[in-house]
């Protein structure tokens, strides 16, 4: 068993765990027990002898139910990126985009989620995942050359979303290492987004709305 999870008073003094399986050895003194090595019948010894278990718990690897459960979880998260895509564009480009584009785009991406469990109890979920993000991928850049007018924009968008999911797809394989690869992820994203809009006058339309009351 690859994924063995030791547990109790006492751990193993030697341990061996690889993909083939895992070899475990304990060895525990009589002394540092909290029972004796003899004792008189009719003594009670019962909530120390529990006190002292010990032993190995097998664990469960990822399978396709929790890893569509955890790909759930960082929804919000993607889905709050992929606007902050869009709204660079607009911010950048003078691109208006109206608020029920967003909800489109929006719900777009979480028909991902959907499909991906759909399709994982089907073909399983690496090729579930694949299907389903390049999918959605698919629709958004479609959708995005209709509201930025621009195909190279729209491509952009594109491959944009389908870094997000390729990190995603990362995280969710990482068993030890998902949460410092999302935060170097979001760490990058940040400064990406404050490298981008550094140069921006964000009072500049507030300017121009008191010039205009002004005359």
């Not at 959907?114 to 979920?125: M, N, P, V």
Request: one cysteine or more; hydrophobic letters at 50%; charged letters at 15%.
């Amino acid at each position: 068993w690859p994924d063995p999870s030791f547990k109790g008073n006492w751990l193993p003094v030697e341990r061996v765990v690889n993909a083939e399986g895992f070899k475990a050895t304990w060895s525990i003194p009589f002394l540092g027990r909290n029972y004796p090595q003899q004792w008189e019948t009719g003594a009670d010894f019962n909530e120390a002898i529990n006190a002292s278990q010990f032993g190995v718990k097998f664990l469960v690897p990822i399978d396709n139910y929790r890893m569509g459960h955890r790909s759930v979880k960082y929804a919000v998260l993607f889905v709050v990126l992929s606007f902050v895509t869009l709204w660079l564009f607009e911010i950048l480009n003078g691109i208006r985009i109206h608020p029920l584009q967003y909800l489109l785009l929006g719900a777009g991406m979480c028909v991902f989620y959907l499909l991906e469990l759909s399709l994982a109890e089907h073909i399983g979920f690496i090729t579930a995942y694949i299907i389903a993000s390049a999918a959605v991928v698919g629709l958004i850049g479609f959708y995005s050359a209709v509201v930025l007018k621009s195909r190279q924009k729209a491509s952009i968008v594109a491959f944009i979303m389908a870094i997000l999911y390729g990190c995603l797809y990362i995280l969710l394989r990482s068993q030890d290492y998902a949460l410092l690869i999302g935060s170097i992820g979001l760490f990058a994203a940040i400064a990406t987004i404050m490298y981008l809009t550094r140069n921006i006058n964000w009072y500049g339309s507030e300017t121009r709305c008191n010039t205009s009351k002004d005359e």
